[in-house]
């Protein structure tokens, strides 16, 4: 047990813990390892090793347990380590021990006041955050910086308030910060003063999404539809996906633009209407207006099949392509309409469609085209057909970055992180400059392939070379490099150095990778950021349940699964698909409902024991539910992609190649069964999951065993 924690000084914390002992029990991390992290704490290290203690405090008493630690060895008159406490303490949602911490520290800097204010926005104190504010400007001696005024903005509470704060982010430099500018914006659109906040957007020199959002939400809720529409439409060129405003206030849109017959008038905004419904998610009623345009043009059908597509309905995607070219009467196929439908026949693994895509192209020449080109190669490198890609890739413009983007992310996809970086190296070689979007396919195949120093080289490479500066979406590449290759804790590290907040995607990966090498003190940590950010990701709490289950711990596996159900969210079920006699078929794991399911239970039952005769024993950690071990052994035969394999077996012609699409992540256990029923029925199997590739041949997979 931990020794009893002496009174300070002065007094100034007594009664904060009478010992640490008393506390330690209630700890998430368990109380021998936190001992042992705590008493083999030189006081006389770093700063930086006091700041990794915190991130093993994950619930109050652990870091009350921390604070009396930091007070005893007096590292708390550390101005940083204080201010870091007063943003814990809030973190963890306990403002008025925030507060008392914050009081006691002498010399407090900006950060120290930052955290104190932001900590009363978090917690829905208005009130508090302007007091503190106040106290701040008259008493400090300090000037707020760019991080102070977002949270202000937030608690004002009129928009002479909010006038006030605009003058100050003038006059200490910060108003064209892009976080400052756009919280400035909800401010005005909140208090409907629309006009002052579309002229602070106009004369911004650098507009982020959140900008952009903020100025549409205002126009909508305003009821100015036609100049929401416009705004809208404005960001079709834009190289990102973004929810465009208050959904229901957007709703009204429609409603308006009907009421005023602009349908009727100008198709162009009937398209710009579509567009935003499909970047809201909201595809039935994009659907519906696409259905009462009455003059539509090429524009307008590009803009449904890609509305399609880019929300994941790949087959309703080509659907509609079908559609236009049997009722669509003198309309065209153009440039858009290609790179709309092409990538829908990628999501989806319809090689044969994107063949027949392919002879069109051919006729008219339009695969010569550098993008449309590029989505061609892209579709066969994502059915598969990597050979064909290449081809394809040698004989467009190479020109710009886009086609070398798509090559590397596609050998990426297989699995071939090395050839990736020699295509890397060819097209600096050819004099064409890499992207920001060259250097997220290039991390993301260093980290499918365990290229963990390539990848560091090409991340420094990115800043010091080309002066691209890390978004979130290369620092998630590097948390997933780390983390596959099992440096759980360098991948912790980073994500706490980024100068960017983390999103869900940084710690769901990060979650990912300790579900994977069992970490689950480190999974912990992740999951209660992640539930932090975006608490109603299904799959988030889907991770965390499966990483109990894998260590047996079957307490954890309920509590989470009982709070996914109490929020309303259920599991996306598991399914394979393959194409067979020009027909897709579909198989969900245990799903008994295929006519030919008796048949197919057959070739696996006998498939199972040919497989233990030559030395299969199945891996019961990947079965998710607390049952025997014979159940456990029946579980994992009836997985999607077995299902899928077996039906092969029977439907297709001897020593043919099986190609199967999984939506999830294939399991360890079926990769590992996948490669011996290669072996001893001599079929070249290949299995693209929701990660990567994967080629199965001679008892082999091409991934190496690390995916």
């Known amino acids: 047990m931990l020794r009893q924690v002496p009174t300070c000084k002065g007094g100034r914390f007594k009664g904060v813990l009478k010992s640490v002992g008393a506390v330690v029990r209630d700890f998430s991390v368990s109380a021998n390892a936190l001992q042992e992290r705590v008493n083999g704490w030189n006081e006389s290290k770093e700063i930086d090793d006091v700041h990794t203690l915190f991130r093993y405090c994950t619930n109050l008493q652990s870091a009350k347990c921390l604070h009396a630690r930091l007070v005893v060895s007096e590292s708390i008159r550390n101005v940083c380590i204080s201010a870091k406490l007063v943003n814990h303490y809030c973190y963890l949602g306990n403002v008025a021990l925030a507060r008392h911490t914050f009081d006691h520290i002498e010399n407090r800097d900006v950060y120290a006041w930052n955290s104190m204010i932001s900590g009363y926005s978090r917690a829905g104190d208005s009130s508090g955050v302007i007091r503190c504010f106040s106290l701040f400007m008259s008493s400090s001696g300090l000037g707020p910086d760019y991080r102070t005024f977002p949270s202000v903005l937030k608690a004002c509470r009129n928009v002479i308030d909010g006038d006030k704060i605009h003058c100050l982010a003038l006059k200490f430099g910060f108003l064209w910060d892009v976080y400052v500018a756009a919280s400035l914006i909800h401010l005005y659109c909140r208090y409907g003063v629309v006009g002052n906040a579309r002229r602070l957007f106009d004369v ?93 043009d090429v524009i307008s059908w590009n803009t449904i099949i890609s509305g399609y597509s880019q929300n994941g309905f790949a087959s309703e995607a080509m659907e509609m392509y079908n559609v236009m070219e049997e009722e669509g009467g003198e309309i065209v196929p153009n440039q858009g309409t290609w790179v709309s439908v092409l990538p829908a026949c990628a999501q989806a693994g319809a090689l044969r469609q994107g063949m027949k895509l392919h002879g069109r192209l051919l006729k008219n020449g339009l695969y010569l085209d550098v993008f449309v080109g590029t989505s061609l190669a892209d579709m066969y490198g994502k059915c598969g057909r990597l050979e064909d890609a290449l081809s394809l890739f040698y004989q467009i413009p190479r020109v710009n970055s886009v086609p070398w983007n798509t090559l590397i992310a596609c050998h990426g996809f297989h699995g071939h992180g090395k050839k990736a970086v020699m295509l890397f190296r060819d097209m600096l070689d050819e004099g064409v400059k890499p992207d920001h979007i060259t ?12 290229l963990v120093d390539e990848g560091q080289w090409c991340f420094d490479m990115m800043q010091t070379d080309y002066g691209i500066t890390p978004s979130l979406k290369h620092y998630g590449c ?41 970490n689950i003190d480190l999974g912990k940590v992740a999951s209660e950021h992640l539930f932090e950010v975006d608490p109603e990701h299904v799959g988030y709490h889907v991770l965390l349940s499966n990483m109990y289950a894998t260590a047996g711990k079957w307490e954890g596996v309920d509590t989470i699964r009982s709070m996914a159900r109490g929020k309303g969210l259920r599991k996306t079920p598991g399914w394979s698909s393959m194409e067979v006699n020009n027909k897709v078929e579909v198989f969900y794991t245990g799903n008994q409902t295929h006519p030919m399911y008796e048949e197919i239970y057959r070739e696996l039952t006998a498939l199972h024991a040919k497989l233990k005769m030559v030395g299969y024993v199945p891996d019961h950690r990947f079965v998710l539910q607390d049952v025997e071990d014979d159940e456990k052994e029946h579980i994992l035969m009836r997985h999607s992609e077995r299902l899928a394999i077996a039906f092969a077996l029977i439907a297709t012609p001897a020593k043919t190649t099986i190609q199967i699409f999984k939506n999830l992540r294939v399991c360890g256990d079926c990769h590992s069964v996948t490669k011996f029923i290669s072996r001893i029925t001599e079929r070249e199997i290949i299995v693209r999951d929701s990660n990567r590739f994967h080629h199965f041949k001679d008892g082999v997979c091409s991934c190496g065993d690390y995916w």
């Open 204 to 296: 911004m020199p650098v507009r982020d999404m959140g900008s952009w959002n903020a100025m549409i939400s205002g126009y909508c809720q305003s009821g100015n539809a036609k100049e929401a529409l416009a705004l809208s439409d404005g960001l079709r060129a834009m190289d990102s996906v973004t929810v465009l405003g208050d959904i229901r206030a957007c709703g009204s849109v429609l409603g308006f633009t009907l009421r005023k017959g602009w349908f009727l008038e100008d198709v162009t905004i009937g398209n710009a209407v579509v567009v935003m419904y499909a970047k809201l998610g909201l595809v039935d009623l994009a659907r519906a207006v696409f259905n009462w345009l009455p003059n539509k």
């Open 439 to 450: 250097f997220v396919t290039l991390l993301s195949a260093c980290s499918h392939s365990g």
């Open 478 to 518: 590097m948390v997933d490099l780390f983390g596959r290759a099992g440096q759980l804790e360098t991948a912790f590290n980073f994500i706490r150095s980024m100068p960017l907040q983390p999103d869900a995607s940084i710690w769901g990966t990060l979650l990912s990778a300790c579900r994977v090498h069992g």
